[in-house]
């Protein structure tokens, strides 16, 4: 069960955006929609990210851990982040963090007090890696693990 809230940390955290100018974002402003590059098979996952002008962008993350064909965590995650311009990079800080449970059938409540104030304690720093006007990597890692960076594959949404 540890695994899980230590897997949702790190799955959540990739989620942090702080104030930037309104042109720097300019080719990512919009609405987004992610997957993980490297899937893990007893998780499925998804985060919509919406960039803003104004310096901040909500997230949308939705996990679920399975095990033996049963689910044993399913959330979904709600985050609110400004961002900062760092270089070439980006610096994503969380302001606002909501949740919904959708199954927890071991109690493992990954949710408790002490796991939002770490979240909310993380800064993620990423580079988006424009492949054409609606699709992208998000080249992303924590403070914390700078060495260790993920991936997210993206596509922009209500696009005409």
């Known amino acids: 069960m540890n695994r899980w809230i230590n897997r949702f940390l790190l799955?959540?955290?990739?989620?942090?955006?702080?104030?930037?100018?309104?042109?720097?974002?300019?080719?990512?402003?919009?609405?987004?929609?992610?997957?993980?590059q490297n899937e893990v098979p007893q998780e499925q996952s998804w985060v919509t990210y919406d960039f803003k002008s104004d310096g901040t962008m909500t997230s949308q993350e939705w996990v679920r851990y399975q095990e033996e064909q049963q689910t044993q965590l399913e959330f979904n995650l709600f985050i609110d982040y400004r961002y900062i311009a760092n270089d070439a990079d980006y610096m994503l800080k969380p302001v606002k963090l909501s949740r919904e449970i959708?199954?927890?059938?071991?109690?493992?409540?990954?949710?408790?007090y002490a796991a939002r104030r770490d979240l909310t304690g993380y800064r993620i720093f990423f580079k988006p890696i424009l492949q054409g006007d609606n699709e992208a990597l998000f080249d992303m890692w924590y403070h914390i693990t700078p060495n260790k960076h993920f991936q997210m594959q993206c596509k922009r949404q209500g696009v005409v």
């Open 102 to 112: 959708i199954a927890d059938p071991n109690n493992s409540n990954p949710f408790d």
């Open 11 to 36: 799955v959540a955290g990739a989620m942090i955006p702080c104030v930037a100018a309104a042109s720097s974002l300019p080719a990512i402003t919009g609405k987004w929609q992610c997957t993980p």
